[in-house]
C-alpha cells in the first residue's frame, strides 16, 4: 500500500486593499461604535455569521481604532473565544504596526495577529518618503516579535506604492501597474534604491509638476523576506492583492526563494491581467496591447542582499483611455438590462414627469419580448445603445459571437425604432471599465473602430439588497461636481427599489444643481450617437424574420418532413453497418480468445464513492486477468472514502491508492497516467462493477499494435424502476447498433470512463485527459483518432454501473454529457475539413442528429398528431378524400422513422442475451417520455453554452445498487466465444 497526503490547507484568505480600504470577507472592520455597551452582541453575531458562511476564519481590522479602544476589542474578542474554539472557527486581527506596543497588555491574543507593515498615511504626509522602507521594516519585525508570539504572527508586506506631486503636500497611493504605466507615459526615469528596498520613478506630467512614485515590487518583497527570515518570523502574507507586482508569485511558488532559481524568477514581469486607465471622459478606448518587462538583479553571493535591479524595457499593461469627458454639474442618465413591462414602464413615467432625457442599453431577447414598449421610448425620444442580444459573461464568450450579437441587435434596433446606435456597453462590467486585462483585450476586438464603449462613473449597487433611501445616498455621495455617467438597472430582476430611489434621486439632483444630458449632448466631441445607413434590399428580409411572419408555415411543412426523412436514411444505413460489423466481429478471433494477458493497471478515479468502491475493487480483484493492479485516486473526497480503502486494502500489494486536492475527474486520472508503468490501462468508475472475463476480453484487441483504446460495454446496473429500465434500453441500443456501425470506419467516439482500456503510450501522446471540456473521455478518443491510432469495442466485455435513478440526477447528468460533447465537438471540428471519418461523419452526424434533430423534435411531434388527428378527421364515411398524396407521403416518412428504431430495437436486445426481449416494447414509453427529457436537456444544453454559463460535473449521490449477473470467465472456459 503506498499513499501520498494533499497538501496543507489554507484556512481562510484575509484580502484588503491598504490604499482605498475596499473589503473581502472574512476581513470585519471594527469602528468605535462597535465597543459601545448597545452594541455587545454583535460580537457574538459575527462568530455566528461566519459559522453560517462556513467560513473556516474570521479576521477584526483594529486599525481606526486608538490604543484604550483596541485594548477594549481585544477583551471583547477574549471573552467571545470560547465561541470560536466551539466552532472550530479561528481567531484573528489586523492592527496597525503603531499598536503593536498596546498588544502587550492582553492577557490572550486571538489565534493570528496579520501586523501589515505599511507607514501610516500622517507619516507620509510629513516625510516625502516611502511605504514602507527596509529599515523601518526591520524595526516593525523586531517590535512585533518582542509582543506576539511567533505562532500567532503573520507579516503583511504591503504592496503598490505612494505617487508625490510637486502640487499636493499629500500622496496618492498607486498599484505597482499603474506605476509602471505613468513610467512608460510621460518617459519617466525608474531606478532601485537598495537601501530603503523599493524602487523609485521621477517624471514630470503634462502640466510641468515633478512626479515621484515610491513602489514595492517583487525585488523589494525579496529584501523583505531576508529581513523576515532573519527574524525567525515564518508567517507573511501580501498585503493588498490587485496592487502587486505579479512577479512575486512565482518566486513564492519556490520551496527555496533565496536559491539562483527562485531569483531568476523576478527577470519577467507580466503585467498582462492589469489594466491602466488614461484621461479622463465618459467613454473608453483601449490602446496597444500590455508589454512584458525585464529585470536584472545583482546579488550579494553570501548575503543574498539584492545590490542593484534595472527593469528594461519596463512592463507596461494594458492601457485604457477615457475620453469625451462632460460638462461640469451635468448627469448622463443611464439603465441596463431592460426592457420590462413594469420597471421600465415606471421609469418612463418619472421621466416625463420630470422632463428628463435617459439612455437605456437594452438586451435583444428583451426587446423581442417588448416591442410596443420599445415604440412607446422611441416615441418619448429616449436613447438608446447596444447591450448584445441574450447578455452573455463577456468572460466566457468569443469576441466573435458578441459581434455577431451586436450586429443582429443593430439591426433590430434600426428595425422597431428606425436608429442604428454605435453606442455599446458590455454586460456585467461595471464602473469605468473592465479590471482584468483579458477581459479588456477581448471587449478592445469587439468595439475597435466599430463602437464607442461607454463606462459609468457612479454604480449604485440596485441588484443588492438595498432600501431607495441607501441607493440615493450612495449616489448622493459620489458626486464630485464633474459630468458622470449614472449606471441603474430596468431588467434583470426585482428593480422596484431602482424605481422608487429614481423617483427621490432626480429632485435632489435638480436641487445640487445638475443637469441632465441626452446621449447627443454627452456625444458633442465624439459624432453622433447613430449611424445613418441607406436602406438596403434586405430591409424587407429583415423585417420578416424579426417579426416572424411570411410562409414559414409552408418552410415547416417541407423542411420537417425532409428532415425526417433524414433522419430515416441515418437510421437504415447504422443498422445496415452494425448488421455487417457483427458478422465480421464474429470472424476475427484474434480479439476473441484470451491468450493476450499483458500486465495491465485498472485505475479508479474516486470522489466520495464511500458508499461503492469497496464492491467496484473487489470486483477488478476477482477478475480472471493474471497479470493486474489497482490505482485509486481519491480526488479529495470528505466522505471517508480514502480512509475506507487504505482500511479495506492495506495489506495487499496490488492495491495502491494517491491523493490529491479535489480537482476533477480529468486531473485524477491524470496524475493515475503519471504514475502508472504497465503498457495498458484500464479505466473505470468507482461505481462499476466488472464481470470476471471483463478485463480479458478488453485487453483483447490491444494485440493490434495500432490499436489506441477499447470501449467496453457498461450496461445498466440498477434496473429497478421504470427511468433505470429505459436508460438500460437506450444503453443496449445505442451499443449494439451505433457503436458497432461507427467501429466499421473508426470512428467511435467515446470510450467510456465507466470502463475501457487505454495504451498508456497513446494517451501520453495525445496530452492525456484535458480540463477543456465537460466530456474528457470524448475528447481523448478523437484525440487518438486524429493521431492515426484505432479505437475498438469488446462487445463481450462487460461491466455494470449505477444510473441515475430520478429525473433530477439523470438531467444534471446529461446536460454536463451534452455541453462536453458540443465543446469536443468544437475543440476537433478541423477533423471535418481534414477529411478523419469521426469529423467527416461522426461530429457531422452529432450536429445534425445530436442537436439539429432534438431542436426540431416538439415541431416534429406536434405535426405528427395534427396529422393524425387531420386524416382521422378527413373521413367522410367511405373515404379519407380530403388527404393529398403529399400527405400520404409525409405521414409515411412520420410513421416510418418509429418502426425502424423498433426493428433495430428488438435487433439490438435479441443480440444482448442478459436483456429480457420484452423490454423492446419501453419503446414506445421511450418515445413518449424519455425522448422528450432528452429533448428538453439539448435545448436547456444549448442555453447555457449561448448564455455563457456552462454547468459543473453535478457529482450523483451513489445508492450502491449496482448488480452483475453471474458469467463464466474466460479462463474457465476451453475455448473462449
Not at 452594541?39 to 476564519?57: D, I, M
Not at 502640466?207 to 523583505?224: C, E, F, K, P, T
Amino acid at each position: 500500500m503506498q499513499t501520498t497526503q494533499p497538501g496543507e490547507k489554507i484556512p481562510y484568505l484575509v484580502s484588503s486593499n491598504p490604499y482605498e480600504g475596499y473589503e473581502i470577507q472574512p476581513l470585519v472592520e471594527v469602528l468605535p461604535e462597535a465597543l459601545s455597551v448597545a452594541n455587545t452582541n454583535v460580537w457574538s453575531q459575527s462568530v455566528t455569521l461566519a459559522a453560517t458562511e462556513n467560513w473556516s476564519g474570521l479576521c477584526f481590522d483594529l486599525r481606526k481604532l486608538t490604543a484604550a479602544e483596541s485594548a477594549g476589542a481585544l477583551a471583547r474578542l477574549e471573552a467571545i473565544q470560547p465561541m470560536f474554539d466551539a466552532r472550530n472557527i479561528e481567531s484573528c486581527v489586523t492592527i496597525a504596526p503603531s499598536q503593536i506596543a498596546g498588544l502587550s497588555s492582553a492577557r490572550q491574543l486571538p489565534d493570528r495577529v496579520i501586523v501589515p507593515a505599511l507607514q501610516d498615511q500622517d507619516r507620509l504626509t510629513e516625510r516625502k518618503e516611502s511605504p514602507a522602507p527596509l529599515t523601518w521594516f526591520e524595526s516593525v519585525l523586531a517590535d512585533a516579535k518582542s509582543v506576539i508570539p511567533s505562532e500567532r504572527l503573520v507579516i503583511g508586506m504591503p504592496t503598490g506604492g505612494v505617487h508625490w506631486t510637486s502640487v499636493s503636500e499629500t500622496p496618492r497611493f498607486i498599484s505597482y501597474a499603474n506605476a509602471m504605466a505613468k513610467a512608460d507615459q510621460f518617459r519617466g526615469f525608474a531606478g532601485f534604491d537598495a537601501d530603503q528596498a523599493h524602487g523609485l520613478i521621477s517624471f514630470m506630467d503634462q502640466d510641468g509638476a515633478r512626479n515621484m512614485i515610491w513602489y514595492l515590487d517583487a525585488v523589494s518583497h525579496y529584501s523583505q523576506l531576508l529581513a523576515l527570515h532573519t527574524a525567525g518570523i515564518d508567517s507573511v502574507a501580501m498585503w493588498g492583492l490587485g496592487q502587486e507586482d505579479p512577479s512575486i508569485w512565482p518566486l513564492l511558488s519556490h520551496p527555496d526563494v533565496f536559491s539562483d532559481r527562485a531569483a531568476d524568477s523576478l527577470n519577467n514581469i507580466d503585467l498582462g491581467s492589469f489594466v491602466s486607465y488614461r484621461g479622463e471622459g465618459a467613454f473608453i478606448r483601449f490602446g496597444e496591447d500590455s508589454r512584458i518587462g525585464r529585470r536584472h538583479i545583482d546579488r550579494d553571493p553570501e548575503t543574498n542582499r539584492i545590490l542593484k535591479a534595472e527593469t528594461n524595457p519596463l512592463p507596461v499593461p494594458m492601457v485604457a483611455e477615457l475620453y469625451a469627458a462632460l460638462p461640469d454639474k451635468t448627469i448622463l442618465l443611464t439603465f441596463d438590462d431592460g426592457p420590462t413591462e413594469t420597471y421600465t414602464r415606471d421609469i418612463l413615467n418619472i421621466l416625463r414627469d420630470e422632463d428628463v432625457s435617459a439612455t437605456f442599453f437594452m438586451v435583444g431577447n428583451h426587446m423581442f419580448e417588448q416591442k410596443a414598449l420599445v415604440t412607446e421610448m422611441t416615441n418619448a425620444n429616449m436613447d438608446f445603445g447596444l447591450h448584445t442580444f441574450s447578455h452573455p459573461e463577456m468572460d466566457k464568450v468569443s469576441p466573435g459571437r458578441v459581434k455577431v450579437e451586436l450586429a443582429l441587435q443593430s439591426r433590430m434596433f434600426s428595425w422597431m425604432t428606425g436608429l442604428s446606435p454605435v453606442v455599446f456597453r458590455a454586460p456585467f462590467v461595471r464602473g469605468p471599465g473592465p479590471l482584468e486585462g483579458e477581459l479588456a483585450r477581448r471587449i478592445k476586438e469587439i468595439v475597435d473602430q466599430r463602437y464607442h464603449l461607454l463606462g459609468a462613473t457612479i454604480v449604485p449597487p440596485d441588484w443588492r439588497d438595498l432600501s431607495a433611501e441607501q441607493l440615493v445616498e450612495f449616489t448622493l455621495d459620489k458626486l464630485d461636481g464633474t459630468g458622470q455617467v449614472i449606471m441603474l438597472h430596468d431588467g434583470g430582476g426585482n428593480r422596484a427599489t431602482t424605481v422608487e430611489a429614481l423617483r427621490m434621486l432626480i429632485p435632489e439632483l435638480k436641487g445640487r444643481g445638475y443637469e441632465f444630458l441626452t446621449l447627443q449632448e454627452a456625444m458633442t466631441q465624439v459624432g453622433p450617437a447613430y449611424e445613418t445607413r441607406e436602406v438596403s434590399s434586405l430591409e424587407t428580409f429583415e423585417s420578416l424574420a424579426f417579426s416572424g411572419v411570411g410562409n414559414s408555415v409552408t418552410w415547416i411543412s417541407y423542411l420537417v418532413p425532409f428532415a425526417v426523412l433524414l433522419g430515416v436514411l441515418r437510421a437504415l444505413a447504422l443498422f445496415i453497418m452494425a448488421i455487417r460489423a457483427k458478422r465480421l466481429a464474429q470472424t476475427d478471433l484474434r480479439c476473441r480468445t484470451g491468450d493476450f494477458t499483458p500486465p495491465v493497471t485498472v485505475v479508479i478515479p474516486a470522489f466520495n464513492e464511500a458508499t461503492g468502491i469497496v464492491q467496484t475493487i473487489d470486483s477488478v480483484l476477482a477478475s480472471d486477468y493474471p497479470h493486474l493492479s489497482v490505482l485509486v485516486v481519491d480526488d479529495g473526497s470528505t466522505d471517508g472514502t480514502y480512509d475506507l480503502v487504505v482500511e479495506t486494502y492495506i495489506r495487499d500489494p496490488r492495491i495502491q491508492i494517491l491523493r490529491q486536492p479535489n480537482g476533477g475527474k480529468w486531473k485524477a486520472a491524470n496524475l493515475a497516467f503519471s504514475h502508472v508503468t504497465t503498457d495498458f490501462v484500464v479505466a473505470i468508475d468507482a461505481d462499476t462493477i466488472v464481470a470476471p472475463d471483463a478485463i480479458r476480453r478488453l485487453l483483447q484487441p490491444m494485440r493490434q499494435s495500432d490499436v489506441g483504446a477499447v470501449a467496453g460495454k457498461v450496461m445498466v446496473g440498477n434496473p429497478n424502476n421504470l427511468l433505470t429500465k429505459l436508460e438500460k434500453l437506450e444503453y443496449t441500443v445505442a451499443q449494439n447498433i451505433d457503436r458497432r456501425a461507427y467501429e466499421t470506419i473508426n470512428a467511435i467516439m467515446v470510450v467510456p470512463g465507466a470502463f475501457g482500456a487505454w495504451r498508456t503510450d497513446a494517451v501520453r501522446a495525445c496530452g492525456y485527459y484535458s480540463s477543456q471540456t465537460l466530456a474528457e473521455d470524448t475528447d481523448l478518443t478523437i484525440s487518438l483518432l486524429k493521431n492515426g491510432y484505432k479505437v475498438r469495442a469488446a462487445e463481450r466485455a462487460y461491466a455494470y454501473t449505477e444510473a441515475p435513478a430520478s429525473v433530477g440526477t439523470l438531467m444534471k447528468q446529461r446536460m454536463r454529457w451534452s455541453i462536453g460533447i458540443l465543446q469536443s465537438a468544437w475543440k476537433h471540428r478541423k477533423t471535418i475539413r481534414q477529411g478523419h471519418a469521426v469529423g467527416l461523419i461522426g461530429l457531422t452526424d452529432l450536429v445534425l442528429f445530436g442537436v439539429v434533430m432534438p431542436l426540431l423534435g416538439p415541431i416534429i411531434d406536434l405535426l405528427m398528431v395534427l396529422m393524425v388527428v387531420r386524416f382521422v378527421g378527413s373521413f367522410d364515411g367511405s373515404s379519407f378524400n380530403a388527404f393529398s398524396t403529399h400527405d400520404y407521403l409525409v405521414m409515411g416518412i412520420f410513421l416510418s422513422l418509429p418502426m425502424l428504431e423498433m426493428i433495430m430495437a428488438d435487433y439490438a436486445v435479441r443480440s444482448e442475451p442478459s436483456v429480457p426481449r420484452h423490454m423492446v416494447f419501453l419503446l414506445l414509453l421511450n418515445r413518449l417520455i424519455y425522448r422528450q427529457l432528452l429533448i428538453i436537456n439539448v435545448y436547456r444544453s444549448l442555453w447555457r453554452i449561448m448564455t455563457g454559463r456552462l454547468t459543473g460535473w453535478h457529482k450523483l449521490r451513489r445508492m450502491g445498487s449496482v448488480r452483475a449477473p453471474r458469467r463464466q470467465s474466460v479462463a474457465a472456459r476451453s475455448v473462449s466465444g
